[in-house]
């Protein structure tokens, strides 16, 4: 009983942990980080990229999708990945989701983009938000332990996107809502020997 108590207390502040994060529009960059600030229509693109965590492992995690399809993260099938964590209710998560399907229809075969939910009420939030918005290129897998989010600290904001090599090991994240229409997402995805086909 102590564990599941201890487990929904850790959830309940990394939700109100990455709720805060998600509401910072302004470009806060961290160490290591190199500052992007660029506009689409009305919305001011602050995220930034932080090189720090730089091969590092792709988590051990385990995603599930509407269905109740479940697949393992680490499984890479040898291509690069392009992760990103977001939720229906982060509004600049909302912002980038139609930036991420575009990219992600024109890199497919060279990178695998994968979109994962951090909504608490996985399917019941995810099915209607992609039926509303008509997404084709992106996956919609969940994480409704939150074991993904645990992996990467148990805290910070989303969007977060965090590029994987072929190997499964990070070659950068960005933090914050970014841009995936620019061409300098197209140079940053380069990095991991995807990009545009």
């Not at 990455?18 to 660029?38: F, N």
């Not at 393992?72 to 980038?96: I, Q, Y």
């Not at 060279?110 to 979109?115: D, E, H, I, N, P």
């Amino acid at each position: 009983m102590l564990n599941s108590t201890y487990r929904f207390t850790a959830i309940a502040c990394l939700f109100a942990g990455v709720l805060a994060g998600c509401d910072t529009q302004e470009g806060e960059s961290a160490q290591g980080g190199e500052e992007i600030s660029s506009e689409s229509g009305t919305h001011a693109f602050t995220g930034f990229v932080d090189r720090t965590f730089a091969g590092k492992a792709i988590p051990e995690v385990e995603l599930v999708d509407p269905a109740g399809i479940t697949m393992a993260l680490a499984d890479t099938g040898g291509k690069p990945v392009l992760l990103n964590l977001w939720a229906t209710w982060c509004a600049p998560c909302v912002v980038e989701m139609p930036l991420l399907d575009k990219l992600a229809g024109e890199i497919s075969s060279s990178v695998r983009v994968l979109t994962v939910s951090e909504d608490i009420q996985g399917a019941d939030k995810v099915v209607p938000f992609f039926e509303k918005h008509g997404f084709t290129n992106l996956p919609r897998w969940m994480d409704p332990q939150n074991d993904l989010a645990f992996s990467f600290g148990g805290g910070g904001a989303l969007p977060l996107t965090i590029l994987y090599d072929a190997g499964g090991r990070e070659v950068w994240r960005v933090i914050g809502a970014y841009d995936w229409s620019s061409e300098e997402a197209r140079a940053l995805v380069a990095e991991a020997g995807g990009g545009d086909d």
